[in-house]
């Protein structure tokens, strides 16, 4: 793959990425993006980051059933799970960050 088609693959999924978590920040509207792991995590006695892992171990499950699998997916099927597992760890991020600037305040 050349530079310049893997710079087509990067801008599509950083499109398809920003996409989604703008769909889904409507879909949730909250004030806070994080509000579904830290409640998660309040229920099951969990971080948000653990509730946010638990969430994202079925994507993780499915996406490794695709790779092993001697099938062939279409490319929107590739691009879903791929793009899924992106935004968890985009959250994750989310979550680390906020969590070391509150202890940065304490």
């Keep these: 793959m050349t530079a310049?088609?893997?710079q087509k693959v990067l801008d599509k999924t950083l499109g398809q990425v920003s996409s989604i978590l703008g769909v889904k920040a409507k879909e949730?509207?909250?004030s806070d993006r994080l509000h579904n792991f830290k409640?998660?995590?309040?229920?099951q006695n969990l971080t948000p980051e653990q509730a946010l892992a638990g969430m994202m171990v079925k994507h993780t499950v499915s996406l490794y059933d695709m790779i092993q699998s001697e099938g062939d997916f279409p490319i929107a099927k590739w691009d879903e799970k791929i793009v899924d597992h992106i935004n968890y760890l985009l959250l994750l991020k989310a979550l680390v960050v906020e969590?070391?600037?509150d202890e940065l305040k304490d």
Aim: proline share 0%; net charge neutral.
């Design 28 to 30: 949730y509207d909250t």
């Design 39 to 43: 409640q998660a995590g309040h229920l």
């Design 99 to 101: 969590k070391a600037t």
């Design 4 to 6: 310049k088609e893997f």
